[in-house]
């Protein structure tokens, strides 16, 4: 049984205060608004139903979560905020609760275009590298000793796997599709004015809010803490915070994290439908100063991802208080009182079925570099400086392609410096310098930090290549161990 029991939207506390709580002419146009949002949700609900056909794997977006969303707003909301909010803020919130999913719905000619779309290609390569597990069914498959059974079995699992991909791809997405869905079907929709204002545009913003930085609803991202609709003061900022809170927050049943889709590989007998099966979530408490989940998890491997579930809400609480403490003076009354982090004390093993410990493997310094420097890597340990040129000439290599495609011209400054001295300690040190195409931010944190990752291999750099082949050039990176990425 869900945590919340809600059958529409004349169930949620934001309905009912939108069309009781006002008076005079505020209260007739509260109440048309309300109405009104009856058969919009309705419009909502229904797209919505297309989602388990799309997402198989992944019932959290559809009608339930839309309410679900819608509810927790309300118990987000301090009491003393809720109160003052108008009838134009109180319309956002839920429009923005029932359309910010939206996206996740793709149009069939949408899904067709799809595996030819550059963007898509390269998230479902590099997705494909980040959960292993994918391949290692693809291989067993080609096994000749497979039971029928067994092909049954994994066939299905890599269905799941498959489908899991398509739904990371929309997730990461979907922010921009469910804007655009808003602005093309309802902005001219009179259904969605207040005083002859449409909302459509600014309920499109609060569907892109749930999809960037807490710090980037700012003015600058088209979010301002006094927007006008009609004779109304919107703050943006705000319902862009409650929207984002009251979305992590719903962790019913339903809520898959993709981090079991990352650790569970086809050999473990935990299936990756099991979560669907005995789903942890048995009850919540949302307070001001105190924020709970009771889960009875039923392998280790689900409370591990309730964990780290767990991190994200941590880091969208901290974010949204330090948003609201950066309201200026005139917005003060909107505020949060919520804690900084969730209490984990109630997630735990169903029936002390197992001992949790969370561990995890570390890289040894010194240990690593006696595997680089002695002999079981390389054979014999000279054989580090020919990798150390191996890795400057990819660097140089790609720095000429990358002039050639942007420049036009021919680079041909390429140096390399090889230096060997004594540190202070009489350590042996050598230097490999290069000219190369060297490092951005989105390499370092990526590849370089990332022990067995690597640029040169990566499907990011495969793209890169498309164009140098374009220009009649092109090269195959000849480092074999491309573990310093020379710049």
Same mark, same amino acid.
């Given at each position: 049984?869900?945590?919340?029991?809600?059958?529409?939207?004349?169930?949620?506390?934001?309905?009912?205060?939108?069309?009781?709580?006002?008076?005079?002419?505020?209260?007739?146009?509260?109440?048309? +608004?309300?109405?009104?949002?009856?058969?919009?949700?309705?419009?909502?609900?229904?797209?919505?139903?297309?989602?388990?056909?799309?997402?198989?794997?992944?019932?959290?977006?559809?009608?339930?979560?839309?309410?679900?969303?819608?509810?927790?707003?309300?118990?987000?909301?301090?009491?003393?905020?809720?109160?003052?909010?108008? &009838?134009?803020?109180?319309?956002?919130?839920?429009?923005?609760?029932?359309?910010?999913?939206?996206?996740?719905?793709?149009?069939?000619?949408?899904?067709?275009?799809?595996?030819? =779309?550059?963007?898509?290609?390269?998230?479902?390569?590099?997705?494909?590298?980040?959960?292993?597990?994918?391949?290692?069914?693809?291989?067993?498959?080609?096994?000749?000793?497979?039971?029928?059974?067994?092909?049954?079995?994994?066939?299905?699992?890599?269905?799941?796997?498959?489908?899991?991909?398509?739904?990371?791809?929309?997730?990461?997405?979907?922010?921009?599709?469910?804007?655009?869905?808003?602005?093309?079907?309802?902005?001219?929709?009179?259904?969605?004015?207040?005083?002859?204002?449409?909302?459509?545009?600014?309920?499109?913003?609060?569907?892109?809010?749930?999809?960037?930085?807490?710090?980037?609803?700012?003015?600058?991202?088209?979010?301002?803490?006094?927007?006008?609709?009609?004779?109304?003061?919107?703050?943006?900022?705000? !319902?862009? +915070?409650?929207?984002? !809170?009251?979305?992590?927050?719903?962790?019913?049943?339903?809520?898959?994290?993709?981090?079991?889709?990352?650790?569970?590989?086809?050999?473990?007998?935990?299936?990756?439908?099991?979560?669907?099966?005995?789903?942890?979530?048995?009850?919540?408490? @949302?307070?001001?100063?105190?924020?709970?989940?009771?889960?009875?998890?039923?392998?280790?491997?689900?409370?591990?991802?309730?964990?780290?579930?767990?991190?994200?809400?941590?880091?969208?609480?901290?974010?949204?208080?330090?948003?609201?403490?950066?309201? &200026?003076?005139?917005?003060?009354?909107?505020?949060?009182?919520?804690?900084?982090?969730?209490?984990?004390?109630?997630?735990?093993?169903?029936?002390?079925?197992? @001992?949790?410990?969370?561990?995890?493997?570390?890289?040894?310094?010194? =240990?690593?570099?006696?595997?680089?420097?002695?002999?079981?890597?390389?054979?014999?340990?000279?054989?580090?400086?020919?990798?150390? !040129?191996?890795?400057?000439?990819?660097?140089?290599?790609?720095?000429?392609?990358?002039?050639?495609?942007?420049?036009?011209?021919?680079?041909?400054?390429?140096?390399?410096?090889?230096?060997?001295?004594?540190?202070?300690?009489? #350590?042996?040190? +050598?230097?490999?310098?290069?000219?190369?195409?060297?490092?951005?931010?989105?390499?370092?944190?990526?590849?370089?930090?990332?022990?067995?990752?690597?640029?040169?291999?990566? &499907?990011?750099?495969?793209?890169?290549?498309?164009?140098?082949?374009?220009?009649?050039?092109?090269?195959?990176?000849?480092?074999? #161990?491309?573990?310093?990425?020379?710049?």
């Amino acid at each position: 049984m869900p945590v919340l029991q809600l059958n529409s939207i004349r169930d949620t506390t934001l309905w009912k205060r939108l069309k009781n709580s006002f008076s005079g002419y505020e209260g007739e146009l509260a109440q048309t +608004l309300a109405l009104n949002l009856v058969s919009v949700c309705q419009e909502a609900y229904d797209r919505m139903k297309a989602f388990p056909s799309l997402h198989p794997e992944y019932t959290l977006h559809d009608e339930v979560h839309l309410l679900r969303v819608t509810e927790l707003m309300s118990r987000i909301l301090p009491k003393e905020v809720l109160d003052q909010l108008n &009838p134009a803020e109180i319309l956002l919130l839920i429009l923005a609760a029932h359309f910010h999913d939206q996206g996740m719905v793709l149009e069939q000619p949408e899904i067709s275009v799809l595996a030819g =779309e550059t963007q898509f290609t390269l998230f479902r390569d590099n997705w494909i590298i980040s959960h292993p597990n994918l391949k290692e069914i693809e291989q067993a498959l080609q096994e000749r000793t497979l039971s029928e059974a067994e092909k049954v079995r994994f066939r299905e699992i890599e269905q799941e796997l498959k489908a899991a991909l398509l739904t990371d791809y929309v997730r990461q997405t979907h922010g921009g599709r469910s804007a655009s869905f808003v602005r093309a079907t309802y902005a001219k929709d009179p259904r969605w004015e207040i005083g002859g204002t449409n909302v459509a545009e600014l309920v499109a913003r609060l569907c892109l809010s749930h999809v960037i930085p807490s710090l980037d609803l700012d003015g600058a991202h088209g979010f301002r803490y006094d927007e006008v609709v009609s004779s109304y003061r919107v703050n943006m900022v705000y !319902l862009g +915070l409650i929207l984002r !809170l009251a979305d992590i927050l719903d962790l019913d049943r339903d809520r898959t994290p993709d981090t079991l889709y990352r650790s569970i590989h086809f050999k473990s007998s935990v299936s990756l439908r099991e979560w669907a099966k005995h789903r942890s979530v048995e009850g919540w408490l @949302i307070q001001p100063d105190f924020i709970q989940f009771t889960m009875r998890c039923e392998h280790p491997e689900y409370q591990r991802a309730a964990y780290h579930f767990m991190d994200s809400i941590d880091h969208e609480l901290a974010d949204a208080q330090a948003a609201c403490r950066a309201f &200026p003076a005139s917005v003060d009354r909107y505020r949060l009182d919520l804690p900084l982090s969730v209490d984990r004390s109630r997630i735990e093993p169903k029936d002390d079925g197992y @001992i949790y410990s969370d561990l995890e493997f570390s890289l040894s310094r010194d =240990e690593i570099i006696k595997l680089l420097m002695a002999d079981k890597l390389y054979g014999q340990s000279w054989i580090c400086v020919r990798e150390l !040129l191996q890795n400057a000439l990819d660097a140089l290599r790609t720095h000429r392609a990358v002039i050639r495609r942007d420049v036009g011209v021919d680079w041909l400054d390429g140096k390399i410096e090889m230096i060997h001295e004594l540190d202070s300690d009489g #350590y042996e040190i +050598l230097k490999c310098t290069d000219n190369g195409i060297g490092m951005d931010r989105n390499v370092v944190e990526r590849f370089l930090t990332r022990a067995g990752r690597s640029y040169y291999r990566s &499907p990011e750099f495969e793209m890169e290549r498309v164009g140098f082949r374009a220009l009649g050039f092109d090269f195959d990176p000849c480092a074999q #161990y491309v573990l310093f990425y020379a710049g």
